[in-house]
Nanobody, 128 residues
């Protein structure tokens, strides 16, 4: 049974930082694209960052470029999202996602329907 378990969310003041982790179990995703999405109340789920299998290709939503950093540790089957200079508009539930498609794909994906596995989400709340 494949599981993606996010951790690291919480309440932080504006300007603060959080590091989200997503640990995968049940299969290895070391050759797959993984991503982080977020969904705020009343809004659609959106990709904030994604990373290819070896970290050689990354995608960032324009609003988080220079603020968020995605990384992965394939030995630990884990992907991370470092979030700095957080703003109230970053408040959302953050989801980890993994693709089960192409192995060793050079690029990344940013559409939700490109991903096959999802975590349960972790709440990030940024107070002003």
């Amino acid at each position: 049974q494949v599981q993606l378990v996010e951790s690291g969310g919480g309440l932080v003041q504006a300007g603060g930082s959080l590091r989200l982790s997503c640990a995968a179990s049940g299969r290895t995703f070391s050759s797959k694209v993984m991503g982080w999405f977020r969904q705020a109340p009343g809004k659609e789920r959106e990709c904030v960052a994604s990373i290819n299998w070896n970290g050689g290709s990354t995608y960032y939503q324009d609003s988080v470029k220079g603020q968020f950093t995605i990384s992965r540790d394939n030995a630990k089957n884990t992907v991370y999202l470092q979030m700095n200079s957080l703003k109230p508009e970053d408040t959302a539930v953050y989801f980890c996602a993994a693709d089960q498609g192409r192995n060793y794909y050079a690029g990344t994906y940013y559409r939700a329907n490109d991903y096959d596995y999802w975590g349960q989400g972790t709440q990030v709340t940024v107070s002003s």
